[in-house]
């Protein structure tokens, strides 16, 4: 199994069977990656220098006064003028070259005898590096985490349908979201006022099941088995933190077709587990709840996301206070 980007700090449990490919554009932010991965506890780490789109081709990066939101397609204006803040600000250019996913994988950059989970964070050109990715998906990515956006930030507008039209084409569906932000005009202060905002952007999980292995009938051998790729998504899945889909998949499998130790870990995967992590957010959570101009929902939102992403929710001691 290979996963695309940094996306969590990995599960122990499948350290053995994980491999991690970041792909990153900037040489400066590669080399930090390379430096970071090593404190993150991942088994195998390797970060590729590409940037990657729906073509080979220049294309000019739009640098934003925040880099982290720097990106080849330019902001909004009319999401810049209704909700936009200083790190939208484009400060310069540089022109790159791109290069697709498809192109990386057929160079032998990318091991293709693994399945992958994709995850996607690249500030509104999600749809673009998916374009460029129609053998990856189709043969090896059995797992998809890609930013939705509803809101319609950058200049291709709203992405979220979209994303979820092509992911669907190839298989895909949307089981779950974790990190969904929104926005507000600001004219009343969510500490004091309860109101809905406008749905901005989510991360989708996708996952290639069409009730449990059908969309992966029509792919045949062409690189790598059936059962490797059935083998894959149950990894990824319980990687995910969706444990009853692992369990619900891994029963459509015969009997002793899963490696020993894949099976253990995720059996142990699926069982709650109480660490330190938990015990300190929740009590984090309390106080910043009650400090003076808390936004409950957001702390409260962030709070759900996180453990219901890893899955790991379990009883808590009571702190007093």
Known sequence: MALEDNLLPPPLLFNKCVK????????????????????????????LEAAISKDTSTHE?????????????????????????????EVGRKPMVTTT?????????????????????VQGADLDVLMGAECFLTELCVACVVELD?????????????????????GFSLFGTY???????????????AYSERLFWTDGIFFKDELVFGSMNGIGDRRLGLENLKQGLIIAASYLGFHDY??????????GSVDSEIRAAI???????????LETDAHN??????????????????????????????KCTKKND
């Open 20 to 47: 991690y490919f970041a792909i990153e554009a900037d040489h400066d932010a590669a080399e930090q990656l390379r430096i970071d991965a090593g404190s993150w506890g991942f088994g195998t780490f390797s970060v």
């Open 61 to 89: 990066l739009k640098i934003m006064r925040n880099p982290y939101a720097s990106s080849f397609i330019g902001v909004s204006e009319n999401f810049r003028s209704r909700y936009g803040n200083a790190k939208w600000d």
């Open 101 to 121: 996913l498809d192109n990386v994988l057929s160079s032998g950059s990318l091991d293709d005898e693994l399945p992958y989970i994709l995850k996607i964070d």
């Open 150 to 170: 509803f809101l319609g930030a950058y200049e291709v507008g709203p992405t979220a349908f979209k994303i979820g039209r092509l992911l669907e084409e190839h």
């Open 179 to 193: 990190n969904t932000q929104y926005r507000s005009s600001g004219r009343l202060n969510p500490a004091n006022h």
């Open 246 to 255: 692992a369990l619900e998949a891994l029963d459509q499998l015969p009997a």
């Open 267 to 277: 059996l142990n995967a699926a069982v709650p587990v109480l660490d330190d992590r």
């Open 285 to 314: 959570l309390y106080s910043a709840l009650r400090s003076e101009g808390a936004d409950a929902r957001t702390e409260l939102g962030m709070f759900v996301d996180k453990y219901r992403f890893h899955g790991s929710f379990g």
